[in-house]
């Protein structure tokens, strides 16, 4: 009878300020329905006792199950609740806790591996109008042998949101958690703090199937979250390419708040010193190895870690958590991390009201690709100026906690200076000129030479081609070069990002009904100053013809540059005679065999769209696997005037696996035997971003 009632019982969270001044985060109960989709009901306060009774609109809330609304009820601020709820998996891992299981918790700014004991009802008995809070008692895991010597510490009760991963189990049985009360508001619970031997011989009589093996390889997983000095220690630097060193010093430095590391790295970086920071000395080491980050950004070297299944990858802490202190520019999402922190239900850049042009290019441009981080910085405006908005609320946010809601995208919209930025839908062109020169500053990405002499400056670069010049399924790589080569442009310089926009008109027509997205894009040939080779026998070229492009003799589209042997020779056929070749700048050095560098830039997103609806494809890492598909507006919650959408991500390696292919096996494809995330990239692409490929060493801040 009690579980029957219990079941019925419904509550929710508030995810939406609502004009009766419930705020977000406040969870209650819905005891009944209007027809007006209102739910009357009662919200509870902080100490668990109804608080306040009346209606909030459905489409205002998020339903919880009963053990849902105590865990998080127990958690403060309110604020907090919603972004472990926005974790699904990890928040859905919490609520299936079972005794003995691992997990570690932000105790005392440290991570902490823990065993689950109990679960805790918190706060006053429960009565009707009551819904008593939920905590964790936890036991405190330590390998150390020589702890049971040492004073035992009283742990206080864990909230679900100070859970930050659930490990694993590697129990066949679990126990559920038993439910106890907490008698005294003053905790006078002590939780042990137990040895491996301890730990084993409790186990043993419990009859427990917990073996010593995987329980000592589970701590050892877990408990690298201590690093002090003398640790090895891996870092992923701003540019989100991972370092690794000991760690020579921590503390806070001059000028800072939070606790830093020096680090001696394994490897010599230009940027880095031999133990300064700014003009103090904390430690000596050779130069050019010494490397100073925030404390959080270091992890314990994984190379080292004892790794408890072959097959398993090491335990990770998250990388989106262990962030969360800093005011700096948070790294895009680990390439292994991907999968855990941003694929799923209620991720991304969350749809409103025609944003999707929004969420789909913020999504392309910050995801994966650090090429803009640097030029936040260059703007220094307010609080609540612009590119401070972008910057804390939507990319950080993003790249932290995988989620952004459409509030912040709101927010950042209205600030776009022309009112239809946040009203209509735009061209995503038209927004990142916008972004890029109006709110980040930043000067025009692409230098462009027309017959030679420098005219235009661009952010992004429109492919305009006949249809006769390429083939039926061109791919990027060839509509670049013939945009550029039959209208005489050429880029003044390798740009640090290239933004391609596919030739379409409008919203509805598309010039070809297939494009191969370039997953490489080699513009050696479309670069004015750079030494190019012989179109024919591979020398130094000296001279480009514009006639012979397409000469259906000499691979028609192509762009020819020929050395001055070769010029001569194809130029003395009738059909060529008329030909007006003209000479390239070529650096005079250069002796005619040189080996001829190439440029080369990689794709990390593509834009599409279908029936004006703007999604993203974006590549988080050097696999060629590692793909994701990302909607702002997969799904919707409520109807189409009051609701909210929800965005989606995808992991998507079949976009890998097909583009790994030959461009003739990718136009031959039969697309009814692929999935549809293929057919449309491969259909649907509006633009294709390319960033620079350094091959520079790498520079830590
Ligand atoms: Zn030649
Ligand atoms: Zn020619």
């Known amino acids: ?322 962030l969360e202190d800093l005011d700096e520019d948070v790294p895009p999402v680990a390439e292994q991390d991907v999968l855990s922190h941003l694929v799923g239900r209620m991720r991304g850049i969350q749809g409103h009201f025609n944003s999707c042009y929004l969420d789909a290019t913020l999504f392309s441009l910050f995801t994966s690709s650090t090429g803009f981080n640097r030029m936040f910085n260059r703007s220094a405006d307010s609080e609540e100026g612009i590119s401070h908005i972008l910057r804390r609320d939507i990319v950080n946010c993003l790249r932290r906690s995988g989620f952004v809601p459409a509030e912040s995208v709101m927010k950042f919209r209205k600030q776009l200076g022309c009112k239809s930025f946040a009203t209509e839908e735009k061209d995503p062109e038209e927004f990142i000129t916008l972004l890029l020169k109006d709110v980040l500053h930043i000067e025009p990405l692409l230098k462009i030479r027309s017959h030679g002499e420098l005219s235009q400056d661009a952010y992004t670069h429109q492919i305009i081609v006949e249809k006769n010049q390429v083939g039926a399924v061109p791919s990027v790589q060839q509509l670049l070069e013939m945009s550029l080569v039959s209208s005489d442009l050429k880029f003044e310089e390798i740009p640090s990002c290239l933004i391609v926009q596919m030739p379409r008109f409008g919203k509805k027509f598309k010039m070809f009904p297939k494009i191969i997205p370039s997953t490489e894009l080699d513009i050696t040939d479309v670069l004015h100053c750079s030494p190019r080779e012989c179109f024919l026998c591979g020398h130094v070229a000296e001279y480009e013809c514009d006639q012979c492009l397409m000469d259906h003799k000499l691979q028609p589209g192509k762009i020819k540059q020929y050395c001055s042997t070769c010029n001569t020779q194809v130029h003395t056929h009738p059909s060529r005679q008329e030909h007006t070749p003209h000479k390239l700048t070529v650096p005079d050095h250069l002796p005619e065999d040189a080996s001829v560098q190439r440029h080369q830039m990689q794709l990390f997103a593509v834009l599409c769209i279908n029936t004006s609806h703007y999604v993203s494809f974006v590549k988080y890492g050097p696999d060629p696997r590692s793909w994701i598909f990302f909607d702002s507006m997969a799904d919707r919650c409520g109807d189409d005037n009051n609701g909210y959408n929800v965005p989606v991500i995808r992991s998507c390696p079949e976009v890998g696996d097909f583009l790994s292919q030959s461009e003739e096996e990718i136009s031959t494809a039969d697309l009814s035997q692929c999935s549809e995330l293929v057919r449309r990239l491969l259909c649907d692409s509006y633009m294709c971003l390319y960033q620079r490929t350094d091959n520079h060493p790498q520079h830590h801040q």
Not at 143 to 154: A, G, H, N, Q, S
Not at 240 to 261: D, M, T
Not at 286 to 298: R, S
């Open 1 to 322: 009878m009690e579980l029957d009632k219990e079941q019925q019982e419904s509550y929710f969270i508030v995810v939406r300020r609502t004009k009766k001044g419930l705020s977000r985060g406040a969870i209650g109960r819905a005891d009944a329905e209007t027809a007006a989709g209102e739910l009357i009901g009662m919200v509870y306060g902080g100490s668990g006792s109804a608080r306040s009774s009346g209606a909030v609109k459905k489409q205002d809330t998020y339903p919880l199950s009963r053990h849902q609304a105590q865990l998080l009820l127990f958690v403060s601020p309110a604020s907090r609740r919603l972004e472990l709820l926005s974790n699904v998996q990890l928040f859905s891992a919490i609520c299936d806790l079972a005794q003995d299981d691992l997990v570690v918790v932000k105790h005392k700014k440290d991570f902490q591996p823990c065993l689950v004991k109990n679960l805790i009802q918190i706060g006053k008995k429960d009565k009707p109008g009551v819904l008593q809070m939920l905590g964790f008692e936890l036991d405190l895991v330590d390998t150390e042998r020589d702890i049971l010597t040492k004073k035992t510490v009283p742990l206080p009760f864990f909230s679900a949101a100070d859970i930050v991963q659930v490990a694993p189990s590697h129990l066949n049985t679990r126990q559920p958690l038993r439910v106890s009360t907490d008698l005294g508001l003053n905790r006078k619970a002590v939780s042990r703090i137990y040895s491996m031997p301890a730990l084993n011989s409790r186990n043993a009589k419990k009859g427990s199937i917990l073996s010593n093996k995987d329980m000592a390889n589970s701590i050892k997983a877990l408990s690298h979250y201590s690093l002090e000095v003398g640790s090895m220690a891996e870092v992923i630097s701003l540019n989100g390419l991972k370092v690794y060193g000991v760690i020579r010093w921590i503390g806070v430095p001059v000028g800072k708040k939070h606790y830093w590391a020096g680090l001696e790295l394994d490897t010599e970086a230009t940027t880095c010193s031999d133990g300064t920071l700014g003009t103090k000395r904390y430690f000596t080491c050779e130069g050019n190895k010494a490397l100073f980050v925030p404390l959080t950004n270091c992890k314990p070297d994984s190379r080292f870690l004892f790794n408890p299944n072959e097959n398993e990858k090491p335990l990770e802490p998250p990388s989106v958590i262990l």
